[in-house]
Structure formats: structure tokens, C-alpha cells
């Protein structure tokens, strides 16, 4: 089974997924404790839509999409929605399609269209250079570094969302903004390497994984890292094993691992359902 990173090709995709993971679980699970998992695929969009802008006018390939992100994760950071009819979740749905159909627009226009959009939708991950690697870790080593320093504050955060007191922050609120701001940066990075589908696996699937196995935050946080890098091991080795794309592989091997978590989960509720006793009156 590590017969493949004698490849080294293979090193640098499991290092690159490493750092991404690592990062995007983490963020993950304030994403599904806030109830906005579609941000991770809006602002992933929104960023492709920035690398398809620049392709379109020939310049900007690095500063464009990045500032796509964070005008991106700024305006989402000011949605406040009072209106109990509506719900935040469909407003990102909104921004997500109308950025998909924009992004397709422009890379039609380009000399592989059908390549480039399989491209941002699962990137190439195995075409990842150290120079990239390096770029990726710094940039998420010192957001990881912030969320480190100020932990508390942004689970203060999430809690108040979890609580329904979300719109009791005002309409700017800088941690929420800070929140964002590392969303969309991590993303900008991740999509440009693993594709928007692999990052929204990563941000979401192991941190739902996580809760369901535990309460505490900090054990959430461990186990949600544990599941997105054994996500990216075993993918990695089905796509070394059976010649299958990389970006793919790890989205089903996460997949995978999530019904075993689920089916655990399963068990271990109706186990504790039949150790409970049943109330009389």
C-alpha cells in the first residue's frame, strides 16, 4: 500500500492534500455547525469564476481570483436575514449558480472548454509542483495559525449560530468577516489545485464524520483531520492501484469512510436507544 510514494508525484499530491485537508476540516466544521455548507462550493465557484476572468482577458491569473474570493466572502459575511421565510442557505445557492453559469460562459470561450471545466471542477492534483506546495503551506499555515491563536472567539461564533442567534451580530461583525476571509482564501488556493468538487469534500464531509462521533470541539476538530487525511490516503492509493483520476478517487474513498462513520453512528444510537429505559408515567 506505500509502495506509492516511491512516485514522486504521489508524495507531493498526498502532501498538497495533507495541508488542504488539515485546514478545510477545521473550517469545516464551523461551516456545518453555522449551516452553510454551501459556502465552500459558492465561494469555490466564485474563485473559478475569477481564474476563468483572468484566462478570458489574458492577465491577472494570480490577483483576479483571489480577489474574486474575498469580495466574495466579504458580501457573504453581510448577509443578515431577518426574514424567517428565507434562509441563507438558499441565497448561497443563489450566488453559486449564477457564478457556475458565468464560469462555464467564459471557459466555452476558450481553446478546451470541456478540459478546463473538468479541471476546475476536480483539478489535477497529481501535476502539483513543491513551489505550489510551499505557496499553499504558507498561506494556510498562517490561517490555520490564526484560527489556532484565536479558537475560542471563532467557536464563540459558531455557538451563536448553532443557537439561531446569528442575526444578533450585527451586520459586520470582524470575526465573522475574519471567518470568511479564511474561507475564501483557502479555497482560492485549494480550487486552483484539487478542483471545486474535492475542496467541498474536504470542507464537509469529514467535519460531518466528526460530529457525529463526537461532542467536544477540540475532539470534533482532531477526528474531522483524522478522516479528511485517511480521505486522501486511500484515495490516492485507489487512483495508484487502479488508474482511476486522483481528485475523484479521494472524493469517493471520503465517501466511503463517511457510510462507515454513518453506519457506526447508526449502531451506536439505536444500541444506546434499547439501553435506555423507557419512561412511564
Known sequence: M??????DFIVQAFTISAIVGILLSYLGVHVVGRGIVFVDLALGQISSLGVAFSDYIGKGKTFIPILFAIVGAFLMSLINIRDKRLKLEAI??????????????LISKTPHG???????????????????????????GCLALLHII?????????QRFENNEGHSIGIFNPWNFLFYISIGLSIVFAVRISGVIPVFSFLIIPAVGAIML????????????????????F???????????????????????????????????????????????
Open 2 to 7: 506505500f509502495e506509492m510514494f516511491k512516485l
Open 92 to 105: 448561497i445557492g443563489i450566488l453559486y449558480a449564477i457564478a457556475s453559469a458565468v464560469t462555464v460562459m
Open 114 to 140: 470541456d478540459s478546463d471545466i473538468q479541471e476546475v471542477l476536480f483539478g489535477n492534483i497529481l501535476s502539483v509542483s513543491w513551489d505550489q506546495i510551499k505557496m499553499t503551506g504558507i498561506v494556510f
Open 150 to 158: 484565536f479558537f475560542r472567539k471563532f467557536f464563540s461564533l459558531t
Open 214 to 233: 463526537a461532542r467536544k470541539n477540540a475532539a470534533v476538530v482532531i477526528i474531522a483531520i483524522v478522516l479528511s487525511i485517511s480521505g486522501a490516503f
Open 235 to 281: 484515495g490516492l492509493h485507489v487512483s495508484y492501484k487502479f488508474d482511476f483520476p486522483a481528485g475523484s478517487s479521494i472524493v469517493a474513498m471520503l465517501g466511503a469512510i463517511f457510510l462507515a462513520v454513518s453506519a457506526f453512528y447508526i449502531v451506536k444510537t439505536f444500541l444506546l436507544k434499547k439501553k435506555t429505559p423507557a419512561k412511564t408515567n
